[in-house]
C-alpha cells in the first residue's frame, strides 16, 4: 500500500469517525430534553449493535414513550445476556408502571434475593430502588445486608432513607446511632439535621429531635449529644 492511498484512508476512516461522534451528541442532546421519540430509533439500532452501553437509554425511552411492552422485552433481553439479578428491579418498576402491583412485587423479592446471597449488593440494590422513588425497598435491601452480614451497619444510608420518606422519628434514630458507632460522620449528620430543623422550638422535627437526645444522653453520657443539643438550642435562639 503506498503512501498516499494509506494517507487516504486514514482521511476516510477520521471523517467517519468524527460524524459518528458529532451525530451520538446529537441525540444524546435530544433524549437529555426528552424527545424520545426523535431518537428511539437511533439507540434501538445501537443497542443491537452495543447492548451494554445503549440499554439504559433505549428503556427510558421506552418508559417515555409509554412502550412497556417493548420495555419488558428490552429488560428480559438484557437478563437472558448478563444474568443481573439487578434488572429484575427495572422490570418490576415497568410492572408497577402497568399497574401490575403482585407482578411488580414478585420482581422486586426476586432482586432482593440477590442481597441474601451477596450482601455486599446492597448499597448497588439499594442505589437502584431509590432511582425510581422505591424507598420502602431501597431500605429493606439494607436491612436484609445487616441482618446477613452483622458486621457491617447502614445508619447512615437507612436515615438518608427514612428523610426521603418522611419519617422524622426513624430518620433520627439513625442518625444518632452513627454519630454513636462512627464519631467521625459527627459534622456530617449535624449538617444533615440543620436542614430539617428551624428557629421554631414547636416544630415537630426539633422537638423529635430533642426527644431522641434527652434520652442518649441520659442512657450514653456522650459529649456529642450533649454538643448537638446545646447547638440546637442555639439555632432556636434559646440558648442561655
Same mark, same amino acid.
Given at each position: 500500500?503506498?503512501?498516499?492511498?494509506?494517507?487516504?484512508?486514514?482521511?476516510?476512516?477520521?471523517?467517519?469517525?468524527?460524524?459518528?461522534?458529532?451525530?451520538?451528541?446529537?441525540?444524546?442532546?435530544?433524549?437529555?430534553?426528552?424527545?424520545?421519540?426523535?431518537?428511539?430509533?437511533?439507540?434501538?439500532?445501537?443497542?443491537?449493535?452495543?447492548?451494554?452501553?445503549?440499554?439504559?437509554?433505549?428503556?427510558?425511552?421506552?418508559?417515555?414513550?409509554?412502550?412497556?411492552?417493548?420495555?419488558?422485552?428490552?429488560?428480559?433481553?438484557?437478563?437472558?445476556?448478563?444474568?443481573?439479578?439487578?434488572?429484575?428491579?427495572? &422490570?418490576?418498576?415497568?410492572? +408497577? =408502571?402497568? !399497574?401490575?402491583?403482585? @407482578?411488580?412485587?414478585?420482581?422486586?423479592?426476586?432482586? #432482593?434475593?440477590?442481597?441474601?446471597?451477596?450482601?455486599?449488593?446492597?448499597?448497588?440494590?439499594?442505589?437502584?430502588?431509590?432511582?425510581?422513588?422505591?424507598?420502602?425497598?431501597?431500605?429493606?435491601?439494607?436491612?436484609?445486608?445487616?441482618?446477613?452480614?452483622?458486621?457491617?451497619?447502614?445508619?447512615?444510608?437507612?436515615?438518608?432513607?427514612?428523610?426521603?420518606?418522611?419519617?422524622?422519628?426513624?430518620?433520627?434514630?439513625?442518625?444518632?446511632?452513627?454519630?454513636?458507632?462512627?464519631?467521625?460522620?459527627?459534622?456530617?449528620?449535624?449538617?444533615?439535621?440543620?436542614?430539617?430543623?428551624?428557629?421554631?422550638?414547636?416544630?415537630?422535627?426539633? &422537638?423529635?429531635?430533642?426527644? +431522641? =437526645?434527652? !434520652?442518649?444522653?441520659? @442512657?450514653?453520657?456522650?459529649?456529642?449529644?450533649?454538643? #448537638?443539643?446545646?447547638?440546637?438550642?442555639?439555632?432556636?435562639?434559646?440558648?442561655?
Amino acid at each position: 500500500m503506498n503512501k498516499r492511498f494509506a494517507y487516504m484512508l486514514l482521511f476516510v476512516f477520521t471523517s467517519i469517525l468524527a460524524f459518528g461522534q458529532e451525530e451520538a451528541k446529537r441525540y444524546m442532546d435530544l433524549f437529555t430534553k426528552g424527545e424520545y421519540a426523535e431518537v428511539v430509533d437511533y439507540f434501538e439500532k445501537q443497542y443491537r449493535s452495543n447492548a451494554t452501553n445503549y440499554y439504559e437509554t433505549l428503556r427510558i425511552c421506552y418508559i417515555g414513550l409509554k412502550r412497556y411492552d417493548d420495555a419488558e422485552s428490552l429488560i428480559k433481553k438484557q437478563q437472558r445476556k448478563t444474568k443481573n439479578k439487578i434488572l429484575f428491579i427495572d &422490570l418490576g418498576y415497568v410492572q +408497577q =408502571l402497568q !399497574k401490575q402491583e403482585a @407482578e411488580a412485587l414478585e420482581s422486586y423479592n426476586l432482586a #432482593l434475593e440477590a442481597i441474601q446471597e451477596n450482601p455486599n449488593l446492597a448499597h448497588q440494590y439499594s442505589e437502584k430502588f431509590s432511582s425510581f422513588g422505591l424507598y420502602p425497598q431501597a431500605l429493606k435491601a439494607y436491612e436484609i445486608a445487616e441482618r446477613m452480614n452483622p458486621n457491617v451497619a447502614y445508619h447512615y444510608q437507612k436515615g438518608l432513607l427514612y428523610a426521603e420518606m418522611g419519617d422524622l422519628e426513624n430518620m433520627y434514630a439513625e442518625y444518632l446511632e452513627m454519630i454513636s458507632q462512627s464519631p467521625t460522620y459527627y459534622a456530617n449528620i449535624q449538617q444533615r439535621i440543620s436542614n430539617n430543623i428551624s428557629d421554631d422550638p414547636e416544630n415537630e422535627s426539633n &422537638l423529635v429531635l430533642k426527644r +431522641q =437526645l434527652i !434520652k442518649k444522653i441520659q @442512657e450514653s453520657q456522650n459529649i456529642l449529644f450533649t454538643n #448537638l443539643l446545646i447547638w440546637l438550642y442555639i439555632e432556636e435562639a434559646q440558648y442561655g
